[in-house]
């Protein structure tokens, strides 16, 4: 009788040891996740937004929810930024890249996707985030043909400076992403490959 009730103290020990070794084991993925702050505003007047922000593992929509794309079975991390417009993203360091979805009623979704998950406190890209008004875009009262032309001269003339600075380094740091990126989804990883190119043809 005692040997029988010292067997199942010890069954019961066992159990609750491995369950603890478990759950270390599982959390330990989560235990340190690298933490991702942000901003939401709006475009026309610079006030805070809040909306639904969201980080997900693929770059390539895997469904819908209303306006909201989805990006894989379920999100890395999700926030709502406050009243300052401000959220923070905490997405398992496991993770090379993740893909947010900014969410908010009236407002058209932006999607920012193959970010950077390779060190704690890197802020997501861009921040802040402009959101514009759905119904603005949709009357024409926004100058969206000169945003257009303003980002991508803007973005084309930043790159073309950085690699005039130091164009082994540019072309190097491109090259690398784009491998980075290659993990999840070739086609982008080339797009992006294609950026030293673009870069230097525009730079000289």
């Known amino acids: 009788m005692v040997e029988r009730r010292w067997s199942n103290v010890l069954a019961i020990f066992s159990v609750a040891a491995l369950s603890l070794l478990l759950g270390a084991v599982v959390g330990a993925h ?7 702050p942000g901003r939401v505003l709006e475009r026309a007047s610079g006030n805070p937004i809040v909306a639904s922000v969201k980080g997900w593992p693929n770059s390539e ?36 890249t993740y893909t947010v979805v900014y969410c908010a009623n009236g407002y058209t979704t932006y999607v920012a996707r193959d970010l950077p998950n390779l060190g704690d406190g890197e802020p997501t890209i861009p921040t802040p985030v402009f959101l ?12 969206f043909q000169g945003d257009v032309i303003r980002t991508a001269l803007g973005a084309l003339n930043e790159l073309a400076y950085l690699r005039s600075i130091d164009s082994e380094r540019y072309d190097s740091a491109i090259s690398d992403y784009a491998s980075l990126i290659k993990g999840t989804d070739g086609n982008r ?8 190119n673009a870069t230097a043809s525009w730079g000289k």
């Open 30 to 36: 989560s235990a340190n996740p690298y933490q991702h």
């Open 132 to 143: 514009r008004i759905k119904a603005s875009q949709q009357t024409g009262a926004a100058d």
């Open 189 to 196: 990883a080339e797009l992006f490959l294609s950026l030293a």
């Open 61 to 96: 929509p895997t469904g819908s929810d209303g306006d909201c794309g989805l990006y894989g079975v379920k999100p890395l991390a999700s926030a709502v930024s406050d009243a300052g417009g401000t959220f923070e993203l905490q997405v398992d360091a496991d993770q090379k």
